[in-house]
């Protein structure tokens, strides 16, 4: 059975490759563009995954099922011995949550998708790519060993990019998309060299045998910094992937893409991976990495949060809120509530994802009512240009009022649920190693999440319409767009999580199948234990949950008093810290920064290069050759421009810098030992670079044509007695004389050469 | 079992078949140019299926490097054998050539890139002639470079190369033809000369004993079965040079980590760096890039590039170990700069053409890297990104030029919305693309992998510092992308037609080795693998006998 388990965890990964390769080759021959062949696929992926996850609880709840294979076979290597590149697949528990979790928010995406992007110029494209995405994600899910993880890892991120820029004829969709690949980049630059420490000291990529090396007391480069080390370089990939701070910046831009593709992979699945990564390699993660990783999470968090609050456009505040919540589950796992982390994951990717489409319901039927006006100029992303929804789409406003109350950590939701361990986490963080930041972070941002978001259920669901006559126009989408919205919104409750009634109550079938993870870093360096650290959440838990309730409760009253009762004027506020506004709508200056300083900077610096390639390094080359005809023909010869330069001066400059070489640069470059003596060869070498220098300041850029070309064929004519081949202007006439100046000059050394010997 | 035709050998046939495809072009009239492109075609097509069958007959459990027994295919005959010359005695000169792990990839590369550039060589039109007879000449030259086992030999075919490589650039080139092509031979025949001076050094310190069949014994051997009957010459044997005991114990180059020898080694170096191209030897590549019709820039890019680096490991790693583990910092350092410089400098250029040539140099910074690693993965990694480089950057100079040949710019602000007005060409342009960014899955990703996995384990800090190309070639392979391909067709370009069948059949057969070899490496990772091992454990070996000060 166990054997069967992960075939069929294969099939699940290779089915949705299979759709993309079929949508890329016969997508556009196919009746409806093939969707419904896609859709099928990644169902049936569904349909296993479930089954596979079921399975895996009942019989084999605490084996890790695997199937390894040789990639690549380096036989025996010198200084290692035997070596293979051994890669595989495996289910735990963790994973086979994962493959329910991205398989299911996938399908309901491909329904969704059928209807909204009904129509769209490069409809099989679309779910073409939605394939290599579900496919190159599972294979992160699945992955036991950090090289398939970053290979699933840059697949995503390629997916990633063709998605957001989907709609590439609009500048704006390929800048973000380019700025989401490369800004994630930066962030596997260091998960890469992560891998590389942890790779040249366990010369193995897979997890398992990582774990076994560090906890036999084998540490990278003997050190345990070196190790912390790892741990956060490992972390910068998800500081990436996961859209933390400071490269939280590319997730926002995201939103270019179309919605359902914001739902799944820049929402439910993808951004989360950087959460599994952590929570994969959680065992190597010393206390001092999980410190910088809590405090990244809680700093984005807040961050994220504030700039929620001042944006007007509903998916960019649902960007920002996915940055804020994925700031949270990076905490958890910092703060080593690793099963509350994951957890959050899990419930957040429902009601995330439900978000998004909710969203993407209102934008669809906002945008056929403005397009039905004949309106081009009107955003209907923006929520000022909405209210009073709810009685036109009702399904969307209920539905979407559930995801809220889950975001919000409302109690019978799942939200509450994942939430307020986290925040019972943080206490128990507190309590142990006394950061009392992580936990006051953590309690505002869950204030602030309520707000906004009630915020834009206030704005787009309650009171009127901003334009009466579009009100007419608006209808509730169609049933292919609303069913999967249902299904996310029960899947918000706290129920299906924990299968118990209570609804405070967070243990359950979830929390039992993913427990944290034992440390196998030295004793010394590890952070608190498992059963110390569930002492303290047992103790913090009651005060976490009144708490968190008591805060969600405040956000959600002031954002009814604010824009409901109109008992706070938001405006006033805003005048009033004119200052604090203005920051938060330019989102921290973040990418003002990063264009002024960082691109911009790059880019004049790429120039300045090109500038001294083409004129130094390359001016030292054409200027070698003016030198040559120089050095020829005499010193008085006139220089490029026309003016006579003074020999002297150069020659002078050559030899002080000779001798400046000679003295400081000669004995490092041959040894001391050198049988000829240092001193002469130091001197040549002094030659050679003071020659270089009368080479740059004479010779310049562009005089290679005018130079060498009759320059050298005239001095070798001159010196060798080939006068008569100066006159021929013939391209081959020259050759012939450099193939004769090669010949020659073998020849004299041949016998330079024989004759020392 | 026995390759050989007529008496003569694959390996020969291989390297020689184009010459006979040249002496056959240059009997054909010149007005039968569809003759003469299908008898070129013929002869590369005839090339590759020869290098499928050593491909397929290759034994991977033989090393190779420094021993004869473990070289395949080989043939040897007397060359030049004068008994007596003033001075220097018996000068004895074989033919000799054999491939193993390290050759056989390049020997498949030149095969298969010569067959692209043929096809793609079918619209040039000025005296169609002339240029498949150079060109042809030209795959003679780069495949004896791969097959030579005497230095001598190995130099010549150097040479061979050169001159057919000046004329293409120099007359079917692009406005500044000339310059570009003086340039590239100037700098590559001023790189051959400190070659030469190191090869002769070599050729006056190297002793072996030959017999009265010609057969050649290194002194170790001669010595065990004593010298009766035997003759001491000198050699350009590359084998012979390998083995420290056949250097005459006061000869220029005998000994280790002398003067003398680092002298040899960086003369030796400057002639292949140049050929790389590494920092700060590459400006002559862009511009010859530039100047040069599109199947000559893959030549150049897909093999000729591949010459330097090979040579750094065929020769300069087992003559010189000594010397290669003290400069192996520099080395890696000038790697290292070739790999970012190179990519900054790429990044600010508005020339396609330009900007693929300075890739190449960032592209080739890697293969620099992973050689003076001097560990298994790190050179595995080396050879496997020379091979790897050598299809991708075909590809992208393909693309290059087939959008050339439709539009006759090449500046990157003058396109734009190319992804809807040719999607067959686009659909392939985004497998080299991100091929060259090194994303998984494909090809080149892989070999960067591996290069630098082996390169940390040796240079922890130049490692890191070059990774930040992961971003830099995401960078400006991705602006290339959007400025070309993505936006809106300008109204000029309204008429470009999508990449014919010809083109086709060109980049395809790339993108499915480039895409294969991503996925599934082992083919051509097993091939060099027991090679790369001999040769890691050979210079490891040395130097550290070298650091102890025995030899």
Known sequence: ?757 | MEFSFLGIGILSWITFLPIVGMVIVLMMPKDQRDAIRWASLTITALQVVLAFILWQNFDKGLAGINTISGMQFVEKASWIDIKSVAWFGRVHIEYLVGIDGLSVTMVMLTALISFVATISSWNIEKSVKGYFALFLLLDTGMMGVFVSLDFFLFYVFWEVMLLPMYFLIGVWGGPRREYAAIKFFLYTLFGSVLMLLAMIALYFSVNVYIDANGSILSVAQAMAQGTEGLEKIYTFNILAMMDPGNFAPDSLLAGVNTAWRYIAYVGLFVGFAIKIPSFPFHTWLPDAHVEAPTPISVILAGVLLKMGTYGLLRISFPIFPDAMHHYAWGLALLGVISMVYGALVAMAQTDFKKLIAYSSVSHMGVVTLGMASMNTQGMTGAVFQMFNHGTITAMLFLIVGVIYDRAHTRGLNDFGGLMNQMPKYSAIMVVAFFAALGLPGLSGFVSEAFSLIGAFQTFQTLTIIAAITIVLTAGYMLWTLQRVFLGSIPEKWKNLTDVNNRELIMLVPLAVIVIFLGIYPSPVLDLMNSSMNHLAGLVQEASTAAMLGVR
């Not at chain 1, 986290?422 to 953590?442: D, E, K, M, R």
């Not at chain 1, 005809?629 to 050559?654: C, E």
Request: charged share 10%; net charge neutral; proline share 3%.
């Open chain 1, 1 to 757: 059975m166990n054997s069967e388990l992960i075939t069929l965890a294969l099939i699940v990964l290779t089915l949705p490759l299979a759709g993309f390769v079929l949508m890329m080759f016969f997508g556009k021959k196919l009746p409806r563009q093939g969707d419904w062949l896609e859709t099928l696929i990644i169902t049936s992926a569904l349909g296993l995954s479930v089954f596979i996850l079921i399975q895996k609880l009942a019989i084999a709840p605490t084996e890790t099922l695997f199937l390894n294979f040789t990639w690549i076979d380096f036989h025996d290597v010198p200084g290692i011995g035997p070596l293979k590149i051994t890669l595989g697949f495996a289910v735990d528990n963790l994973a086979a949550i994962m493959l329910v979790v991205v398989t299911l928010v996938s399908t309901l995406v491909h329904f969704f998708s059928t209807a909204y992007m009904h129509g769209d110029v490069r409809y099989s494209r679309y779910f073409g790519y939605l394939g290599l995405f579900s496919f190159s994600m599972l294979m992160i899910v699945l992955a036991n060993n950090l090289f398939l993880l970053y290979v699933g890892w840059e697949l995503v991120g390629l997916s990633s990019y063709l998605l957001i820029g989907h709609w590439y004829e609009k500048k704006s969709a390929s800048d973000a998309a380019m700025k989401a690949f490369i800004v994630n980049r930066i962030g596997d630059v260091g998960f890469f060299i992560g891998i590389l420490i942890l790779y040249s000291t366990y010369h193995t990529f897979l997890l398992s045998e990582i774990f076994s090396g560090i906890g036999g007391g084998v540490l990278p480069f003997d050190s345990e910094t070196v190790l912390t080390v790892a741990g956060i370089l490992i972390f910068c990939g998800a500081i990436g992937k996961s859209a933390q701070f400071p490269l939280h910046v590319w997730l926002p831009d995201a939103m270019e893409g179309p919605t359902p593709v914001s739902a799944l992979i820049h929402a439910a699945t993808m951004v989360a991976a950087g959460v599994y990564l952590v929570a994969r390699t959680f065992p190597l993660m010393t206390a001092e990495a999980l410190t910088v990783i809590a405090y990244i999470g809680a700093i984005t968090a807040f961050i994220a949060a504030t700039i929620a609050i001042a944006q007007n456009d509903i998916k960019k505040v649902l960007a920002y809120s996915t940055i804020s919540q994925l700031g949270y589950m990076v905490m958890a796992l910092g703060v080593g509530a690793f099963t509350a982390g994951f957890f959050h994951l899990a419930t957040h990717a429902m009601f995330k994802a439900g978000l998004f489409l909710g969203s993407g319901s209102v934008i669809h039927s906002m945008h056929n009512a403005l397009h039905h006006q004949d309106d081009h100029h009107t955003d209907p992303q923006d929520i000022r240009n909405m209210g009073g929804l709810r009685h036109k789409m009702p399904i969307t406003f209920v539905t979407f009022t559930t995801y809220t109350l889950a975001i919000s950590g409302v109690p019978l939701t799942s939200g509450f649920l994942s939430k307020d361990s986290i925040l019972a986490g943080t206490l128990a963080f507190n309590t142990l190693s006394g950061h009392i930041l992580i936990p006051v972070l953590g309690f505002l941002v869950a204030g602030l999440t309520s707000f906004y978001m009630f915020r834009i259920v206030i704005r787009a669901f309650l009171g009127e319409h901003a334009d009466a006559h579009r009100t007419d126009h608006i209808h509730e989408s169609p049933r292919v767009m609303t069913v999967p919205l249902m299904l996310l919104a029960g899947l918000s409750v706290y129920f299906f999580f924990t299968f118990n009634l209570n609804p405070f109550g967070t243990e359950g079938w979830f929390t039992n199948a993913v427990p944290r993870p034992e440390s196998v870093v030295p004793l010394t360096v590890a952070a608190p234990g498992g059963e110390v650290f569930e002492e303290a959440v047992h103790h913090a838990h009651t005060s976490a949950l009144l708490l968190s309730v008591l805060i969600a409760g405040a956000g959600i009253l002031i954002a009814f008093a604010t824009y409901y009762w109109k008992k706070i004027s938001a405006e006033r506020a805003a005048n009033a810290l004119p200052g604090v506004h203005s920051f938060l709508l330019d989102k921290w200056g973040f990418d003002r920064v990063y264009n002024g300083v960082v691109v911009a900077g790059t880019l004049a610096f790429t120039s300045v290069l090109r500038w001294i390639d083409e004129t130094i390094v390359d001016g030292v080359v054409n200027g070698s050759a003016s030198w040559t005809k120089n050095a020829v023909f005499g010193f008085t010869y006139a220089s490029r421009d026309g003016k006579k330069m003074s020999a002297g001066a150069f020659l002078f400059a050559g030899i002080a810098f000779s001798i400046y070489v000679a003295i400081s640069v000669g004995s490092w470059v041959w040894p001391a030992d050198a049988s000829m003596g240092s001193v002469t060869l130091a001197l040549l070498t002094a030659l050679l670079s003071g020659g270089l220098v009368v080479f740059l300041v004479w010779g310049g850029a562009g005089g290679f044509d005018s130079y060498v070309v009759d320059g050298l064929v005239n001095a070798s004519a001159y010196v060798f007695g080939f006068g008569g081949l100066v006159l021929r202007k013939l391209q081959t006439g020259k050759i012939q004389t450099y193939i004769v100046l090669a010949v020659l000059g073998a020849l004299a050394l041949y016998f330079v050469f024989a004759f020392n010997t």
